[in-house]
């Protein structure tokens, strides 16, 4: 089996189709009004909290060591679950 | 009316036809590469992520100064937005793609059948495994049967740069299936 011939084979797998509507449907979404932002009032409060957690957490190692978690987590989610699925992975089979 | 010229008319005058008239006109196409970089078997997600990209231009029409065509913009925001979709969606477990490939093995003899989903798993782990550029090429030209220059028009490069990444894309898939011996 060369790999032109595997390759021809994915030839067979059933392609996207756009459904009859998407035009249309897509054409009135972007009429549609865009969502509502965060009110301002919420914004500070939630900058107020997050500045009262930094000042909580910082002065020692542990709350560091939270904050450079918390945010390696929102960077790259994928990529932590992956590792902690594989990590997870032998205790979850027994 | 050219697509240029029809984005020029809508962000004047904002009349919904024109901007419906785009989507018609350029959604096969975007789709098409959508779904090549994200993968068989994700026909739902494909149409998602193509809607969100014509919204996602929708909203920077404004900012489509011309200087290149609009297809071209388009498929750049579209091969954007698909690469970020794919890369947190997905966990690149070919399993999906070797259920669809032992769905059309054929109606062989069962020692048969055995051996093509072999082959199958072994041929959907080895796409997967390819570098996203040779992974989308090989999809568009492989499995969406996309022309030469039309593949070259979505991604973004001159026609000989896809024959390249599909050569070298086979010569990565010929060695793994010479690893797992399933050369002829």
């Given at each position: 089996m060369n790999a032109d011939r595997a390759l021809?084979?994915?030839?067979?797998l059933p392609r996207p189709r756009l459904s009859a509507f998407f035009a249309a449907a897509t054409a009135a979404r972007a009429q549609s009004p865009a969502p509502r932002r965060m009110p301002a009032v919420l914004t500070m409060y939630w900058l107020a909290v997050a500045v009262a957690a930094g000042l909580l957490v910082t002065p020692s190692w542990s709350g560091v060591a939270l904050v450079i978690a918390a945010i390696t987590v929102i960077a790259f989610p994928a990529a932590v679950l992956r590792a902690a699925l594989r990590l997870l992975h032998p205790l979850l089979a027994r | 009316m050219t697509d240029e010229e029809l984005v020029a008319r809508y962000v004047a005058a904002r009349d919904p036809a024109d901007f419906r008239a785009l989507v018609e006109r350029n959604a096969p196409l975007v789709l098409r590469l959508v779904a090549s970089i994200l993968g068989p078997f994700r026909d739902a997600d494909a149409e998602e992520t193509a809607q969100d990209v014509f919204l996602r231009a929708h909203g920077k029409l404004g900012q489509?100064?011309?200087?290149?065509k609009f297809a071209t913009w388009l498929y750049r925001l579209a091969y954007n937005v698909a690469a970020n979709r794919a890369r947190l969606?997905?966990?690149?477990?070919p399993h999906v793609a070797v259920e669809a490939l032992r769905a059309v093995?054929?109606?062989?003899s069962p020692h048969e059948d055995a051996v093509a989903s072999e082959r199958a798993a072994v041929v959907a782990a080895a796409v997967e495994s390819l570098p996203d550029l040779y992974r989308t090429t090989i999809y568009l030209h492989?499995?969406?049967?996309?022309p030469i220059e039309e593949i070259a028009s979505l991604i973004g490069a001159p026609p000989n740069t896809v024959k390249s990444y599909l050569f070298r894309a086979r010569q990565r898939i010929a060695r793994i299936l010479a690893e797992k011996g399933l050369t002829s």
């Open positions: 021809r084979s994915l030839a067979q | 489509f100064r011309g200087d290149s969606a997905r966990f690149r477990l093995a054929g109606d062989e492989y499995w969406l049967e996309t």
